[in-house]
């Protein structure tokens, strides 16, 4: 008796496009492996961010977490989230093949990034933009820990705005899927002026709150126009500043400190040594350039989402119902009732970082004052 046999599926290879299909233009950010260029596409015209991803060096090709990457970037579709758009090749002649050099990601463009806008003596802030943007990087942290992902680079650098002020969360090479069962993870990641205590003091098994640190951090920079905890060029002087401002951990707020942090015993308050106080909410309403902006309830949103003991940090759902989101004048606004009429029509933190180093080598100075 002959068995009928069901349909057999053959799936297609997929042919990736070449980058030819678009005109790349001048340079605009460096992602975490490799330029971040604007494109245009040939055929339409779409203006688009073109990530190349050097795969020379690769032994295996293609980074393992540029692949991450484009995995994480297709599962995710929030407004919040910068979408990826395609995976396209440039190809170099090998005898009667052809055989890909480069790959890129194609995503949607953006004319600002959080550090440009913030950097930029050209663009005033208001209050309304920085209620938002603040709520909208909430809102997109918290979509991505509901759907078990740690970004784990966040900072003003990643964070890109829309014309409409829409803000994306961007850059995604250091992100990985999550679960609490997971012991030992790198902490060689966050860039370091965001990156919270327990990685800076050896903690290996962390969780999403590690990202909302850097959103405590993010959100302070922008009252400011500067950064909140800028320590030196190492880990031990970002240590240092953290306790000078938030004071040193103590086994009775952070119970599990010893556990989870290796190196705490480096850094723990000798028995004769008085403990540093916590100043952060003092710091907090230092140097800004409108002090009434910071209110109280803005202190407190920032205090929650730096605590130490991650157990007791806010989520970003928490955050999300902080009371500052419900205080009058200004109210929380979507993104199409901002007004974004900044003054310039693009900036982002390449072009900053290139005037800064202009102005140094002309002997100007290298920070211009900042306007609000």
């Excluded at 990087?137 to 003003?156: S, V």
């Excluded at 705005?161 to 060689?188: E, F, H, Y």
């Excluded at 929380?332 to 140094?360: D, F, T």
Aim: proline share 5%; hydrophobic share 35%.
């Amino acid at each position: 008796m002959r068995r009928k046999l069901g349909k057999i599926s053959i799936q297609k290879p997929v042919v990736l496009r070449d980058v030819n299909a678009y005109d790349r233009k001048h340079k605009v950010g460096e992602g975490t492996y490799g330029s971040v260029f604007m494109g245009a596409d040939k055929v339409t015209g779409e203006i688009v961010a073109l990530k190349r991803i050097n795969t020379e060096q690769e032994e295996n090709g293609f980074p393992i977490t540029a692949i991450r990457e484009v995995k994480i970037l297709k599962a995710l579709k929030n407004e919040n989230v910068v979408k990826l758009i395609e995976i396209v090749t440039s190809k170099e002649q090998n005898g009667q093949n052809e055989i890909p050099r480069n790959v890129y990601m194609v995503f949607e463009y953006h004319p600002y990034d959080l550090t440009g806008i913030l950097q930029s003596s050209e663009i005033r802030l208001s209050q309304d933009l920085i209620k938002s943007w603040s709520y909208q990087l909430l809102e997109g942290t918290h979509y991505m820990h509901l759907n078990k992902i740690i970004h784990r680079d966040l900072k003003a650098s990643n964070i890109l705005i829309s014309k409409s002020g829409v803000l994306k969360i961007a850059d995604w090479g250091l992100a990985r899927s999550w679960n609490p069962s997971m012991k030992k993870l790198t902490n060689g990641v966050v860039t370091r002026w965001y990156r919270p205590i327990e990685l800076l003091l050896g903690a290996k098994e962390y969780s999403t709150k590690i990202d909302i640190w850097s959103v405590g951090c993010i959100i302070a920079e922008m009252f400011r126009r500067d950064g909140l905890l800028k320590g030196g060029d190492s880990e031990a002087s970002q240590i240092n500043l953290i306790f000078q401002t938030c004071g040193h951990p103590n086994v009775n707020d952070w119970p599990d400190i010893k556990k989870m942090c290796p190196l705490w015993g480096n850094f723990e308050p000798r028995a004769d040594e008085k403990p540093l106080p916590n100043r952060l909410a003092e710091v907090l309403i230092q140097r800004l350039p409108h002090p009434k902006w910071m209110t109280q309830k803005a202190v407190e949103l920032i205090q929650n989402m730096l605590i130490y003991s991650p157990d007791k940090r806010w989520s970003a759902e928490k955050a999300l119902h902080a009371d500052y989101f419900w205080e009058e004048n200004p109210t929380v606004k979507k993104a199409h009732q901002l007004s974004m009429r900044l003054g310039v029509e693009a900036v982002h933190e390449l072009e900053i970082r290139k005037r800064h180093q202009y102005m140094r080598a002309n002997g100007a100075k290298a920070n211009p004052t900042t306007r609000m």
